[in-house]
């Protein structure tokens, strides 16, 4: 896969994964979370 501006990668934090050792170059990882909520309708 190649990185494309605009794209995103989603992941769930409360499922158990695997880390795999970095063999060759570097493995940056950025986590950030979104807070949101729906405004109420005004009709």
């Known amino acids: 896969m190649v990185p494309v501006t605009g794209m995103a990668l989603c992941?769930?934090?409360d499922v158990v994964h695997e880390g795999v050792a970095?063999?060759?170059g570097r493995k940056y990882v950025l986590r950030?979370?979104?807070m949101?909520?729906?405004q109420s309708?005004?009709?």
Do not use: I
């Open 11 to 13: 992941f769930v934090h």
């Open 22 to 24: 970095v063999v060759q």
């Open 32 to 34: 950030s979370d979104v």
């Open 36 to 38: 949101y909520r729906q």
């Open 41 to 43: 309708r005004v009709y």
